[in-house]
């Protein structure tokens, strides 16, 4: 059945009861500052693209663990003011690519920062970021269930405190207007937005489609598809870790980062996406605390709104571009 | 097994004896006289697509029959000289989308043409350019063979001459540098600039990715992919047609145009493409008759070099541009 | 889950508003009447068939438009006097293939008249009519969207109005007598027979299996199989039209037909058919105005009764050619 | 690839060794011997089928081992004079159906015999007669292995047997003339033609569509699918028994009895066929010791040429019927 | 949706009424009657199975209809007084295998007795018993439907007989302790333990996962995988048998079985299993008279609990040995 | 093609040239001497498995870079002498479960030693043991690539030294006889073996079923299952790292360990192996430079010879125990 979540109209008004430990924000808080015992040290190579109308930087600088991340800053040619800012961050698999792969909000007239995600890279476009942890438990293929028996321990705390200081280096750079930076993402993408949006502050908005990494257990419950089945997958395996596989995931759900950011978001959801299913993405979006609205695509899956929803963001982004 | 077609070293001679009817050439003069008589009447409308650093145009002009076709004009923002130009063609089912889908070429400084293809574009992206003319025979869903019975009713006689006339719209723009001007497509793409190249003179350049269109009956014979299957399909049931579609066939197959092409091309090939398989596509280089040089991408399937491939072609247009 | 609908329980009962834009009849009255400015031309030609026990000819009639539709005539050999006469309409993609394809009802003794379907028959048995109207918008592979923007170009208002001739057709050579003339179809047969039984009086019965073409909304949030799924597919692609296409499509709806029926039917309805869902047959079947039987078939899909339910048609004629 | 086994020019030469053990006449005359100790015991019950042009009877008659085999028996109404005759068999997992489901060579002046397959009947049509005998041997689910580690106790045994008396059962019957009597059968029906057509003298032709059942070894090195898979999937499993499995079925291998047969034959193949690769249908063809023609259809799988070769068997059929 | 079945808390109480004819228990009394008129005639052959632990036995005993059933019985090398000890059934397809196949009870130190499944064994383990008898009836392929329109000749009155004098078979051994017999299987060897369970009095207790054979006409509607199935499938051909085939299931469904038992039994469910639905197991579980538990594996499919349960059942087991 | 590879005839004689650079010797001694820094620190506790014919240790040993390997030590209850012993290596994806998952060779009277595999144990059968390296490298989902750019990085130098180190952790244990130790697996393990075999003397046999990790570029090319398709599906994106990847999988090819292997050997190989194709297994074995003997299943995939091959591995086995 394509429409196999919820209908809309309850969609709407789901908000589910967050699962939160009490420790949520003092994990984070100090996760951050053990970061931020590393210096960033940002990066800005010039790149040479063979692109005329931006310029180009090879970027690197100091995510979690004092690793350091790859990523590219692109700008209007000869850009000499401070720019309105997007950072991307990307979808499970894929890599920062090369900069002709992210010239959409550079062309609208935006310094555009790309992060790496540490360890992936090796589907759709490349990536050059390793993740040098390999996690203390046996894992399932992928980055899901890495380190997972473990807040400590797991991937996406390293991959959620690397993106916080994406927007750090994103501001050393003289070309990037701090009071007019835009955080986006799509899926995998969208989760890590919605994590910085909860845990950073002064940010000018936040893009978010079709979001992954929330809602870990229902969608473990009505979708069978990577990469959320990945967990499934583990449970299925590692029988006796299912309570501690929840509790580290808890640490890690966008819902309880929604419930923090005040930055305001344009969000979008497919309601046939059987990748990230509508009732996540709503209970997201529902408990999201700052300025919000969804564009929602009824007759989509994951791909959810592609060039009609960057057609929204282009005019969204403007509207931004203009208030700052 | 995945390396399924001829080995590389083969590949690398592979030339084919080409099924041509005599009349080629004297079909294919008449087919563009009559598409003559209609005037090409290009119009550019300036279009807000909330981009900064580029100005777009909705663009149409009359193809075959006098049916008017959709495309895009992009140009780099401001700019008042002629530019070095590209026109795009596009894969099976694509349509023109919007102009935030076709900023690569238009940021590495080239004026960028799109042309919309008829009937096309309910598949990835959107078009906008209905194909009024449904062919006289029963088909096969798609567009491979509606009118396969008849050359002057084919579905690709309509195509082929709307893109020779997309070069013709193109150069009637004041930026468009008429002395460089390149061709450009992937898959149906890449064999709708192989005919543009066997059909028309003084072009810059092409580039040919994993081009379709080529080698019809060794390819329904080798792979079972769409878009080739729906001829596979259609003899399937239609068995009496056979000699007839092959016949029809014959007037619009990559090779005979390639053959006829002098401008300097860069084609791609994947060594494991399932949808257009190698030894067609090789089938199709060495017939070229023009200077050329051919990537090879060996572990690849019909995405063929993707991110890398553009990597490529912005060198070799930045080259193209600096030759004009 | 195989039972994925409703349960029958509620299907005896499911009765769903009709979605009828006021002009309906309207409309559908000036397209007759459109299509009646053709003269309708019927051509009987003899066929060898090598067939002893029937006479067959080859018939061709105008349909909508002034094109010409091809069909069969099956007859019990050296009959001389009216016979009871069965029209059939044919499923998804089949076209009419050839006379020893058509034999059930003509065994049965009824004068047996095939029309084949435009554009279609490169699906199973082979088709002889092209649809040399290929629509003003860019469209699906498939007929389902070929002119869905607009109800006056949608390609099933020319099928139905060359159904609605077809019958006409039939009438006009001296073997049929008219008074106990049935239309058939299974699929989109059905459909075709259930828009006929809605449009044209005087029809002594309807055979309607496991209808196609009603319910088309719910359709495409229940399965996701074609043909209902090209629309889906269109809709997931031209995410702008999501209303008018559901607008278009109402003029099309099997229901609303069936409301203005008022021949004897017999459906037939399979509980696991994902092709043609049983809520969409029931929402015919309960809407039907006219005498009404329905056969359900509990553990099948879209094959439905098959052979089973041919049995049962044949005693249900038997009964209509007695009573005539 | 669709074009997965020699080529035609190949195939039309092709004449493999033929694997055949000293006792196989000997096989096969004591089976027919101890069959025929029962005796045949044919019965003709009028059934009403509610179809007008022909005359229908159930027809139970005597096979192997006693157990009665059912079928029907189809006849021009009011035939009063034999008639050729086309005795049937079905293919795998097909059942005798209803009368009306077996209409073609009847409307085409034929008596037309049907025989049920014992035990199968529960795909596509359903049958009515049982294989009371399980076999002497743990067995695949399917009829391929049952009672395959012995030529005695294997399936085919039991079913060529009925075949044979199938035809003496149709002799029986006054209508049926004899001099003028054709076996048919497609893929499995055209499996056991070829074995009536080695066992049984005075044919006046035989129909063998895509045989099965012939070249068995080579099958399951070529093909995965079912049915010849069955064969693949036992000795998957029961890995000590290749020898005795492929002993059994040299008893049962199409070549063999091609070679001793002498009525004239028209074959088909499809060259796409992945269910009974051509490989093994020409091996059939080129034994086949009788007068011969084959019709190849070069883009079908399984299906075959369908309703085109039943157009060339009425064609075929007719001069038959002139001959007699 | 992996979690498709209804919610754990529903299905804890989930007790559908049984469907039972009135004469269910004077069938299996006259069943086991008339098996017993063969006399047992257990033969235990020593087997050298290369292993140096236990002792190996080749089992032959007489089951339903005097058929002789293969089997293993295996204990610790030189134990000389009477052991606890677990009765084997088998899952679907399998055979008894070799004697390192069913070591892990043997290493508990339980007499370890294996049943074959007469015909089956040519799936994952090869199995030596034939069924003799194929059934009065068309079958599916599989072993679901043989003989099911009538319980007096359905596949599962032999098995369960077999099933039933399997543990009389091993009580006539020295070295099986009879007050300490359990009986153990998992899918359709849990399905046969339950109605050897309801059948047979003095069982020391049950194991039994993820069970088979119960719930039949549930399974039909929710599920469509093998073997379930293959009932389905029958009915979808054979329509007019429903009626008769749900009856003869009727005596064969475990539920029936449960209601009827004594033992303490360990079941184990898995939420995920797509091929024995959760509802059908708890449904027998729910029905289950003697003393239960049962383990809930929430992420798994029909592995269930796999080595976790295995960990589970050896320290049941080693309770029950203990209390003997 | 389910006889996909060379035939039987070819791979008995097929021994393809070895990629192998000048300094594989010295690479893998400077490994081992890197490793054997860290104190081997064998732990062996013992574990309550509810077994009572074999007592069980829970192991843990250090492997590469200091980390803790976990395993099991199975020896038969009571054992005093040093026994004959089989050290397991794990297939792909699987790791060392419960100790009632290892009974076989236990049982054979042989002290049994399972190592886990770093990083795996989520699929099959659960593992305790992390890979905390993450590689310097982007990687595609699971293991294959995990530090591919590197021979120093690759994961499976962690694995192979490791694994060489179990034998040594063995050793240490008093029950084990080192002069009759043998290593042994299937797939993976049985490519870990392959190279323990050609990294390390005095081991008394080796066990080397279906082995995987050997002909990774021929692999590659005829093959796209799973795992080797990790490598493909890496190089599908990473266009730039195939000649790095190559040269890096060249010091852990099968090939090359096996020429230097010494211990006498029985592999097994499946002639349909999709996974591991048979000239890959072929190529290791004819370059196997110990004794050696290989058993050939015909009609078997990945699964090979399952419980036949264990059949013939306890009779050589026994064969092992008794030469010591």
Redesign the interface.
């Known amino acids: 059945?394509?429409?196999?979540d919820k209908p809309l109209s309850e969609l709407r008004d789901y908000r589910p009861e967050r699962d939160e430990q009490p420790d949520f924000d003092e994990f984070w808080s100090r996760t951050l500052a053990e970061a931020a015992q590393f210096p960033l040290d940002p990066e800005f190579t010039p790149y040479d693209?063979?692109?005329?109308?931006?310029d180009v930087h090879d970027v690197r600088f100091t995510g979690w663990g004092g690793h350091r991340i790859a990523g590219w800053l692109i700008t209007?040619a000869g850009a000499s003011e401070p720019l309105p800012t997007v950072v991307h961050y990307i979808g499970y698999?894929g890599?920062r690519?090369?900069p002709?792969?992210w010239?959409?909000s550079?062309?609208?007239?935006f310094a555009t920062f790309v992060m790496?995600t540490r360890?992936?890279?090796?589907?759709?476009?490349?990536?050059?970021?390793?993740?040098?942890?390999?996690?203390?438990?046996?894992?399932?293929?992928?980055?899901m269930?890495?380190g997972v028996l473990d807040p400590d321990d797991y991937y996406y705390r390293r991959v959620f405190t690397d993106a916080v200081r994406a927007v750090d280096a994103a501001l050393r750079h003289p070309l990037v207007d701090g009071s007019r930076l835009v955080i986006a993402g799509g899926s995998q993408g969208g989760g890590i937005a919605t994590a910085v949006a909860g845990l950073r502050t002064g940010l000018a908005g936040a893009l978010i489609d079709v979001p992954f990494l929330t809602g870990y257990r229902r969608a473990?419950?009505?979708?069978?598809t990577l990469p959320y089945y990945e967990i499934?997958?583990?449970?299925?395996?590692?029988?006796?870790h299912?309570e501690q596989v929840f509790r580290t995931l808890s640490y890690f759900d966008g819902m309880n980062f929604a419930a923090r950011a005040t930055a305001p978001a344009l969000y979008s959801v497919a309601l046939m996406d059987t990748t990230c299913p509508p009732s996540t993405v709503f209970a997201s979006y529902n408990h999201y605390a700052g300025p919000k609205d969804i564009k929602v695509?009824?007759?989509?899956?994951h791909?959810g709104?592609?060039?009609?929803q960057?057609?929204e963001q282009?005019?969204w982004?403007?509207d931004i571009a203009k208030a700052g």
Request: aromatic share 8%; proline share 9%.
């Open positions: 059945m394509p429409l196999f693209a063979a692109l005329r109308l931006v209007p698999g890599g690519g090369f002709h792969d010239l959409t550079a062309v609208a007239g790496d360890g992936q890279g090796s589907n759709g476009t490349p990536g050059d970021t390793p993740d040098p942890a390999g996690g203390q438990n046996a894992q399932t293929p992928g980055f269930t890495r473990t419950e009505i979708v069978e499934a997958r583990y449970l299925s395996i590692h029988r006796d299912e695509w009824p007759y989509n899956k791909e709104g592609q060039t009609f960057t057609r282009l005019r982004l403007r």
